[in-house]
């Protein structure tokens, strides 16, 4: 099977996420995907099997599948479209655990996603001592999504600066933390951070996934509807948000690093 490597959420290489993503021409199973994802080595590895006009897309961390990866959806649209699987002026149908999802590329390589919208609640009574010690700032609100915990800083140098211990986060949630403050600069709008050790991943470098979340929530904050968003991780990474209706419009760009030709025994698959 063909497997891409793909940076995305950036346009220069060794920046924003990594993914693999794996054009698989036959069933695999749960395990072996597992086990390739293991090999990949990278917050997400992508299986993507092509239909008559729609694929099937899957996601697998390290650790686990994921019911929803934004990054790695993107770079298997990109892997798509630089590897001559699909034709570059036709929109994307990928169906998912989270439903249908849609990726376009404009004629500035700029990749469109169409997400659904992802509200947070807020988490009531929730005891944030030891999590303010960790992160030494104060935290403004608390936020709860199905597996995730969502923290609201006051101040953008609580989101840059943060180094949480990661097994105060993994008693947290299932999955991870994410933590947003308010953009001072002119550059951008909000800024992120995505730290998930109980999916094998200490800190996510792009998260499109997590802007599924944030958009709402910063939309209601602002009464604005677009953004430029700002994944403060070593890597550094950046996408344009929109809240539109039910949906979140994720907009990135994407760079390949490399391509190669992966072979399973059949007996392994």
Not at 108 to 135: K, R, V, W
Not at 180 to 185: E, R, V, Y
Request: aromatic share 12%; with cysteine.
């Amino acid at each position: 099977m063909k497997v891409y490597q793909v940076d995305s959420f950036t346009k220069e290489i060794f920046k924003g996420n990594p993914a693999a993503v794996a054009i698989v021409d036959v069933t695999l199973s749960d395990e072996m995907m597992q086990q390739i994802a293991v090999e990949m080595n990278l917050s997400e590895t992508a299986f993507v099997m092509i239909s008559d006009g729609y694929c099937d897309l899957r996601w697998f961390t390290p650790a686990t599948e994921v019911p929803l990866c934004g990054h790695a959806t993107l770079a298997s649209a990109f892997a798509l479209w630089q590897g001559g699987h699909w034709p570059k002026d036709k929109t994307i149908e990928f169906r998912t655990l989270s439903g249908s999802l849609f990726t376009s590329l404009d004629s500035s390589g700029l990749i469109t996603m169409d997400f659904p919208a992802n509200y947070a609640t807020t988490a009531e009574g929730f005891d944030t001592t030891q999590l303010q010690n960790d992160f030494g700032f104060p935290i403004k609100e608390v936020l709860n999504y199905p597996a995730e915990l969502i923290l609201i800083f006051e101040s953008e140098e609580a989101v840059l600066s943060a180094n949480p211990d990661d097994a105060i986060i993994a008693e947290q949630a299932e999955n991870g933390v994410i933590i947003s403050a308010l953009s001072k600069g002119e550059k951008y709008d909000f800024v992120s951070r995505y730290f998930a050790p109980n999916l094998g991943i200490k800190e996510d470098p792009v998260t499109g996934f997590m802007h599924t979340i944030l958009t709402p929530y910063w939309a209601g904050e602002t009464g604005k509807a677009t953004f430029k968003a700002f994944q403060a991780s070593a890597r550094t990474g950046e996408m344009q948000t929109e809240l539109k209706g039910n949906r979140v419009i994720l907009k990135g760009n994407a760079v390949m690093v490399f391509e190669t030709e992966f072979e399973l025994p059949s007996t392994l698959q």
